[in-house]
């Protein structure tokens, strides 16, 4: 089955960018999202892009795919403390409705 | 306001006791989903729905089951038959179709079983 997979956790300093890494192994994955959880909380849709895309940039928020490698990321510019969060990347398979998730990344911003 | 409300945010239970979790959504979306979240596992999907009365088991069904007798409503029932019931559970909307891409996710709740 489809898997996807994240690094645990990432600490940054308040003001640097943070760059959040998924691996992904379903070639016929058409969207792929990147999600927010605050604690306690649902998740909250950030962005998303197509498969037939490479980049996507969305104010503060920039994403990557590398499709030979099935590699996408999200890097959030001049991280702030309300940036601190969990974040889940996602893909939906072929033409259904499904979403993977991978095991979420947990953002950690220091002062 | 549009959204998705779950209830209640907490939940205990005893061990070998069934529990229903509530979701519903005035979206007016047909496809609704369930999720169960562990610490450093992500999301796993236990059921779903693309229309109403109609539902397919997800990755991880087994001592769960649900309903969808309306369009707005989709609850979740937690069986004593669930050998690890204590997780946070999440429930999530979407148009459904190709075109439609997002899923909306409710507040969760938390389930406890001891």
């Known amino acids: 089955g489809e898997d996807v997979e994240q690094s645990l956790f990432l600490s940054v300093r308040e003001g640097d960018s943070s760059v959040i890494n998924c691996t992904y192994t379903?070639?016929?994955?058409?969207?792929l999202y990147w999600y927010k959880q605050e604690p306690g909380a649902g998740l909250q849709l950030l962005t998303y892009i197509f498969s037939n895309m490479d980049m996507k940039q969305d104010q503060r928020l920039t994403v990557l795919l590398n499709k030979k490698d099935k590699h996408l990321s999200l890097r959030i510019a001049d991280t702030q403390t309300g940036d601190s969060a969990i974040y889940f990347c996602a893909e939906r398979e072929g033409g259904g409705n499904k979403l993977t998730f991978g095991t979420g990344t947990q953002l950690k911003v220091e002062l | 306001d549009g959204g998705i409300t779950q209830s209640p945010k907490y939940l205990f239970r005893k061990e070998g006791q069934n529990v229903t979790l509530s979701c519903e959504q005035n979206?007016?979306?047909?496809?609704m989903y369930w999720y169960r979240q562990d610490p450093g596992q992500g999301l796993r999907l236990i059921y779903y729905s693309q229309i109403v009365n109609d539902f397919q088991k997800g990755d991880i069904a087994e001592g769960y089951s649900v309903s969808r007798e309306k369009k707005e409503s989709f609850p979740l029932t937690v069986t004593s038959a669930q050998k690890n019931p204590t997780a946070f559970y999440l429930c999530?909307?979407?148009?459904?179709?190709?075109?439609?891409?997002?899923?909306?996710f409710g507040p969760g709740t938390r389930l406890t079983v001891t």
């Open positions: 979206l007016n979306h047909d496809a």
């Open positions: 379903d070639s016929s994955s058409t969207y």
């Open positions: 999530a909307s979407s148009a459904g179709g190709a075109s439609s891409y997002e899923q909306y």
